[in-house]
């Protein structure tokens, strides 16, 4: 069964301080790999779409990191800010699966002044 | 351009009533992609849309179906509500179905509460 874990669940920082949030997936054949900001009662936005040959993507401050390997990506926000304050879902595409996407939980991240 | 509209915004039924909502995609995409998002289960995926044929099912009872018009616009029906439906109701739209850069971008959801 294709699968999305998340972790941490809940994160709490301080503005200007970095954070990463990890993403473990099952999910084969794999075809690539999102994350996507979601802002209360709002539709997420993507941030970053990675294929199976590359190892890292940037978005301004968001930096993906992906290891098709061991089937790990990461997030690593960079100065975080308090519009920062979201949800951070990691999402897997199968190669298979046409538009078909699988969720992780997500992170819920808190920037607090 | 216009991103994915979705109407309406929100939504109070009670149970046993059948709801329909609409979905109009980016102009030029054809692929409109249906999304179920609840604090319990969280995104989970019901189906998927390209040229007015249905590519993709989730793991949804028949109760939920759609259908994609020539125009690109969608409309997913959810017949005979349950407690259990009350969700944000998101969808996505994309140039194409599958591909590894293919973007789907999302509306800002309908919220659907089902006393």
């Known amino acids: 069964k294709n699968q999305v874990e998340q972790s941490p669940q809940s994160l709490i920082i301080l503005e200007g301080k970095n954070c990463t949030l990890q993403?473990?997936?099952?999910?084969?054949?794999?075809?690539?790999l999102r994350w996507y900001k979601q802002d209360t009662g709002r539709g997420p936005v993507s941030l970053t779409i990675?294929?199976?040959?590359?190892n890292t993507k940037s978005n301004g401050r968001y930096t993906a990191t992906l290891d098709a390997d061991t089937k790990q990506s990461s997030l690593h926000i960079t100065a975080s800010q308090l519009s920062d304050s979201a949800s951070y879902i990691c999402?897997?595409?199968?190669?298979?699966?046409?538009?078909?996407?699988?969720f992780g939980g997500g992170t819920r991240l808190m920037v607090k002044p | 351009k216009a991103g994915v509209t979705q109407t309406p915004r929100y939504l109070i039924k009670t149970r046993g009533q059948q709801v329909t909502l609409s979905c109009s995609p980016i102009?030029?995409?054809?692929?409109v992609s249906w999304y179920q998002q609840t604090p319990g289960q969280g995104l989970q995926f019901l189906f998927e849309?390209?040229?007015?044929?249905?590519?993709n099912k989730g793991n949804f009872p028949g109760r939920f179906s759609g259908r994609q018009f020539s125009n690109s616009r969608s409309e997913m029906n959810v017949s005979t509500l349950e407690l259990g439906d009350s969700a944000l109701y998101l969808c996505?739209?994309?140039?194409?179905?599958?591909?590894?850069?293919?973007?789907?971008?999302f509306g800002p959801g309908t919220r659907l509460t089902v006393l």
């Open positions: 996505a739209s994309s140039l194409k179905t599958g591909g590894s850069y293919n973007e789907q971008f």
């Open positions: 849309y390209f040229s007015e044929t249905q590519r």
């Open positions: 999402v897997v595409s199968a190669s298979n699966a046409g538009n078909m996407l699988t």
């Open positions: 993403c473990n997936y099952t999910v084969s054949p794999f075809s690539n």
């Open positions: 102009s030029g995409h054809r692929s």
């Open positions: 990675m294929t199976f040959s590359e």
